[in-house]
C-alpha cells in the first residue's frame, strides 16, 4: 500500500480515507471490513440493506463498531447461490443514493464490483479501493481503471467451478501469479495490492477450510492478504446453521486467519469481529 507521503492532508486526497487505508495496513492490530450490500439478493442479508436510509444507518453502526473500511456491493457475486448478473446500469443506479454517502461518513470505502465501468464511476465518486473478485482477470479494462486512478486493488482466486481434485493452494498462487502480472502490465504498483483467497469461491468447503489453514503460504507474495469467511457455507458443512447463524463458526474462521497472517477481516458482524480480533492479536503480541 502505499505510504502517505509526510505532511499530506487526508481531507484533501482526491479520494478521502485513501491515506488512511495505508496507516491501517501499517499498524499491528488486523483491520476490520464491513461489508454493505446493496442488493436484493446476497447470500446473508439481501434486501436488507437496498434503500438507502437502511444501507447509511448500516454504514453508521458498522463505523461506530469499530469498522475500519466499508466494502460496499451492488451484485451478488453468491458462486452458487443463483444469484443474477446485474446489469452496468442497475449496478450503478443502486450505488448511486449510498456510495458517495457513505464515503462522506469519512472511513475508506472499497467497491465491490467485477465491472471495470462501475469502479471507474465509484473511484470517481470517492471510493479508495477496487475489490474485484476476478482479481483483474474477468473485465479486461479493471487494471487500466486501477492505474489511472492510482488506487489500491484487492485481488480476490476464483474459479468458474469447484474442483475437489486439485490443489488448492497451487491453484491460488498460479491465480495470483496471473493476476499480478496483469497488474504489473498495467502499471499497478505493486504496494497498492492486497491478495485474498476467495473463501467460499470456486472451492469446495473443504477447500476453504485449507485455504484458511494454509494461509500463511501466501506471504510469500509479500502483500498483505484479505479474508472474508463471514457467514460463508463452509461453516455450516462443519457445523450446520443458516446463514445468519454463523457468527461463531466466522468467528472461529476469521480468527484462525488473523494467527495466519491476515492483515484484513471481511465480515457482516462488525461489533463481534472487532472485538475478536483485538483480542487475538493482544494474546499474539503476549508471545
Ligand atoms: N465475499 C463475498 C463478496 N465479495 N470480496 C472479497 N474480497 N472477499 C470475499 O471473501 C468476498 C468478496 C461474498 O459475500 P457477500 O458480499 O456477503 O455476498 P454476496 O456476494 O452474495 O453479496
Redesign the pocket.
Known sequence: MVVAPPGSNVETDQRPGLNRLARLLARATPAVMG?L?V?PD????GGRFIEPPNALEQARRMISEGADIL?I?AE???PY?G?KAVAIDEEMRRLAPILPAAVALGIPVSI?TMKASVAEWALASGAAVI?D?WGLQRDGDMAAVAAKHGAPV?I?HNRQHADPSIDIMADISGFFARSLRIAESAGIARDQIVL?P???FGKTPQQSLIAIARLRELKSFGLPL?V?A?RKRFIASVSPAPPDQRLGGSIAAHVLAVANGAAII?T?DVAETVQAVRVAAAIASMR
Do not use: K, P
Not at 446476497?42 to 442479508?45: L, P
Open positions: 461489508v450490500n442488493t446476497s447470500f446473508s442479508d466494502d456491493g451478488s457475486t453468491r447461490g444469484a465491490d475489490n473478485v484487492i480476490m485474498d476467495g473463501i467460499g484479505l472474508g463471514s471481511r457482516h
